[in-house]
């Protein structure tokens, strides 16, 4: 029996072909094309609907005049209950309710 040796060649590694060069297309200028009456229409491409503003959340008159009554009092705590800034407390806390209501960030 003839014996082979099992020899491990190392494998020439395989280099990666070169870039080919990119070369800018020319652009034919646009021409009417001649269209027969028996030509295809292509349907048109579908578009993603356009994000729309949210309306604010219907939420109970009773349920926002509360998260309004709890917005007005941390306000007030922030400045240290300093009197003479109720209603400025209140319109500020009216307006930071609506805009989380709008935003949907307050359930209704």
């Known amino acids: 029996m003839a ?3 099992n020899s ?3 494998l020439p590694a395989k280099r990666p072909a070169p870039a080919k060069a990119v070369t800018a297309a ?3 200028p646009a021409t009417k094309a001649k269209t ?3 030509a295809k229409t292509v349907p048109k491409a579908k578009v993603a609907p356009k ?3 949210r309306k604010p959340a219907s939420v109970p008159p ?3 005049r509360n998260y309004i009554e709890m917005a007005a009092y941390y306000i007030a705590e922030r400045r240290g209950f300093a009197p003479g800034n109720l209603l400025d407390d209140w319109v500020q806390a009216e307006a930071e309710i609506d ?3 709008a935003e949907g960030r307050l359930r209704g």
Do not use: I, Q, Y
């Open 8 to 10: 491990a060649k190392a």
């Open 51 to 53: 994000a729309v503003a």
């Open 36 to 38: 027969s009456p028996k």
């Open 3 to 5: 014996t082979t040796k």
């Open 99 to 101: 805009r989380l209501l």
């Open 62 to 64: 009773e349920r926002r």
């Open 26 to 28: 020319k652009v034919k």
